[in-house]
């Protein structure tokens, strides 16, 4: 029997060391594992009313099993308790309330449930195996990685990583690209994240990440750091635009990404299946950058709106096609590359929208000042486009104008307050006949015109404006690009994102009107009992 144990014990150790070193975790948590199984099975043997417990040596293979055990007066549970009696014949100077060991007699484990055994143990070691992965590539997101194909299932594919598994899923592969089981494909490592079958990691091939990670494998410089890759964008499978600058003037960024006779750009474009790519410098005056950014096409003009976050560019006539490119492909990708939408149109568009919007200020300023042509043609020629600016610029800085003098730029000034008297008379009626409350009126930074696109969007009360969040009432609208009568899909923004507020000013907007929530509560606290105050402060919580 003797030799049965120790060959038992040997064994033992000899599997806990082979699934360690296999499954690449620590020795202690099979040991662990074993242990709990071990107890599982004895629990079995002696009733699983008792707490017993398990120790296995991870050296000898020595086990131990004793049962748990409280010292009472009265014994109500004979598998748990011993009266002082019995506590004091296994352990000498017991007490009262002292939990006290019951060596239970070794188990033959040759008569262990070998397969319950074997599932805690498969089971444990799983556990471990999914936390080390999970610690394993948490940190390397970003990160280029090398694996084989193990499988492809509904388009996705199963990459064996080595030690774990990947996933690249078919919206982050290359289009078109065949890939088979047994292929090496490299990858970035785009996420890592827990979950109950296991850390899962995902993989892109599509994603402008691998791309900049491919470059600062291929050029050296990128790795020193010497050049960086401040933006980069693709269209996988298709075209890939990237912006470079170099920290050191004597290096050409461009021409170090691209290598002697395009060897560096080259291996990365093998990579990405024959994706194209433009290396282009990158600038941090805008204007510069999408001038750039839209090679190959020649730009004339570009018009940037700050406010709405919009680029319009301006080419010739021949260079329309070139700077839009195949299905809007060019503007795209200039437009991911700088963060902007950008409006492309012609000389002959942008003359046709300049003149049009010469007119639409002339006839506003013609029928709101009550003055002829000539004279509202002059003020749009001097770069006046609303009445506000009439109304609040400097007195000198009209009668500067040519023409102008002292006695006129104060009667127009007078008549630009007159009209903007008359349109917040105006939006003040429209207001109140949309049944928006004269409490809104009160908060700050709101003008009539403002009140009734609230309440044109069912915004009346001051409860109904204190429950929006700021994003919701001054975001502003984010827009696609738009290319030639094309226009993306665009979020809308806040409620008065048409108004240019900034964050700040919806947020005084917001607690302006909430103000009254807070005083109704002083007020109820105020007028209410001691107990009252108590009871409603216990039902907050």
């Known amino acids: ?186 990858s970035v490592i785009l996420n890592v994240r827990r979950e109950n079958r296991g850390p899962q990691i995902f993989l892109s091939r599509a994603h402008p990440e691998f791309m900049k990670k491919l470059f600062a494998q291929e050029v050296p410089e990128i790795y020193d750091g010497i050049i960086e890759i401040k933006a980069a964008a693709r269209d996988p499978g298709s075209r890939a635009k990237i912006g470079v600058i170099s920290h050191d003037g004597s290096i050409d960024p461009v021409g170090a990404c691209v290598g002697m006779k395009g060897s560096r750009v080259q291996a990365v474009v093998q990579e990405m299946q024959g994706e194209k790519i433009d290396i282009i410098p990158w600038s941090e005056d805008t204007a510069t950058f999408v001038v750039n950014a839209l090679q190959p096409a020649t730009v004339s003009r570009v018009v940037i709106d700050e406010d709405e976050g919009r680029i319009e560019v301006v080419v010739p006539d021949d260079q329309l096609s070139l700077a839009i490119g195949r299905r809007g492909q060019n503007v795209r990708l200039a437009s991911q590359l700088t963060g902007k939408a950008i409006d492309i149109m012609t000389e002959a568009d942008a003359s046709e929208k300049r003149q049009k919007e010469f007119v639409e200020r002339s006839e506003m300023f013609q029928n709101e000042l009550d003055v002829d042509e000539t004279l509202s043609q002059l003020l749009v020629a001097e770069g006046f486009g609303e009445l506000e600016e009439v109304a609040y610029v400097g007195v000198d800085e009209l009668a500067g104008i040519e023409g102008f003098d002292e006695e006129l730029a104060q009667e127009l000034q007078n008549r630009a307050l007159e009209a903007l008297d008359r349109r917040e008379a105006a939006a003040r009626e429209e207001r109140r006949g949309l049944g928006v409350e ?65 964050e700040e000013q919806g947020n005084e907007i917001i607690m302006a009107a909430r103000a009254h929530w807070f005083e109704d509560e002083d007020g109820a606290e105020e007028g209410a009992t001691p107990g009252e105050v108590a009871d409603a402060a216990d039902d907050s919580q």
Not at 120 to 145: N, P
Not at 167 to 182: A, L, T
Not at 452 to 464: E, H, N, P, Y
């Open 438 to 502: 004269d409490a809104l009126a009160d908060m700050p930074h709101l003008t009539e015109a403002m009140l009734v696109t609230l309440g044109k969007a069912g915004i009346k009360t001051l409860d109904d404006l204190a429950d929006l969040a700021t994003d919701e009432l001054v975001a502003k609208k984010r827009q696609g690009d738009r290319r030639r009568g094309r226009d993306n899909a665009e979020d809308k923004g806040g409620v008065l994102a048409e108004y240019g507020l900034s």
């Open 1 to 186: 029997m003797a030799t049965a144990i120790s060959a038992n014990k040997a064994e033992l150790i000899a599997i806990a060391n082979s699934v360690a070193s296999e499954k690449m975790i620590d020795k202690a948590i099979v040991i662990e594992a074993m242990e709990d199984a071990i107890q599982r099975a004895a629990r079995a043997r002696y009733g699983a009313e008792n707490d017993i417990r398990a120790k296995l040596d991870p050296d000898t293979g020595d086990l131990r099993l004793w049962r748990v055990v409280e010292v009472v007066e009265a014994v109500d549970d004979y598998f748990r308790q011993v009266d002082l009696k019995q506590g004091q014949k296994l352990q000498p100077g017991a007490a009262i309330g002292d939990f006290i060991v019951d060596p239970l007699p070794p188990i033959d484990l040759g008569r262990i449930d070998a397969q319950s055994a074997k599932q805690v143990i498969f089971q444990k070691v799983r556990d471990a195996e999914r936390e080390r992965q999970y610690d394993e590539f948490k940190d390397r997101v970003g990160e280029i990685i090398t694996g084989v194909v193990k499988s492809v299932e509904f388009g996705h594919v199963v990459v064996n990583l080595g030690r774990a598994e990947g996933v690249i899923r078919r919206d982050q592969q290359i289009p078109r690209e065949v890939v088979r089981v047994g292929d090496r494909v490299r």
